[in-house]
């Protein structure tokens, strides 16, 4: 059993224990509404699959891959929100409707703005505050586009190598450290000039 497993099962005896000091099931504590959110570790038990598929262990060094470039990008998107919020809020101070009531408040608009989701809940109503929103949703599909850029990149890395492993393997996987050639072995020199013509490392 491993570190996931044990995080996945623990919850389920915090709850029962909770319940237990709670008075029973009709009685609700702290203790249990956290051990019962507590229980959504479980879901981590997904993660396991990745040991399995070579597609998902892909997917895995893509994202840890592409960490280092998102914090950047990352910052743009808070820099924006914060910028295009307060700038709707001062472009829309003479509207009656009152939507975008402080700058906090108008920070939800401004990331679905930015993200391109756009659920129309609040909406400038103002000539400059429809150019406002105009530059928000332009400025958020560039920022988002680095971060696609960035992803892809590295995605695209990562195929390439594990397809040219998998030829490596169909070409050469028969015979290397084979029984019946024990004189062969993956440090050959062919080998080696193989792995440099497919870029394995």
Not at 36 to 52: E, K, P, Y
Not at 82 to 104: H, K, L, N, R, W
């Amino acid at each position: 059993m491993n570190v996931v497993d044990l995080l996945g099962i623990v919850p389920y005896f915090g709850v029962l224990g909770a319940t237990l000091a709670a008075g029973g099931p009709g009685g609700r504590s702290t203790a249990l509404v956290l051990f019962w959110a507590m229980r959504l570790v479980r879901l981590f038990r997904l993660f396991r699959l990745s040991r399995q598929s070579k597609r998902l262990r892909i997917l895995g060094k893509t994202m840890r891959a592409s960490l280092r470039w998102l914090g950047p990008v990352g910052l743009f998107l808070v820099v924006g929100i914060v910028f295009f919020s307060s700038a709707v809020y001062f472009a829309e101070m003479d509207d009656e409707t009152g939507q975008f009531s402080s700058i906090p408040a108008s920070f939800w608009w401004a990331v679905i703005t930015m993200t391109t989701v756009g659920y129309g809940d609040m909406l400038p109503m103002t000539a400059w505050g429809r150019l406002v929103g105009s530059l928000c949703a332009v400025a958020g599909v560039l920022t988002i586009a680095l971060a696609v850029t960035v992803i892809v990149s590295n995605f695209s890395f990562f195929y390439k190598r594990a397809a040219a492993d998998d030829v490596n393997e169909e070409l050469f996987g028969h015979v290397r450290g084979s029984a019946t050639c024990p004189g062969i072995s993956s440090s050959t020199p062919d080998d080696r000039k193989y792995n440099a013509a497919v870029g394995k490392t």
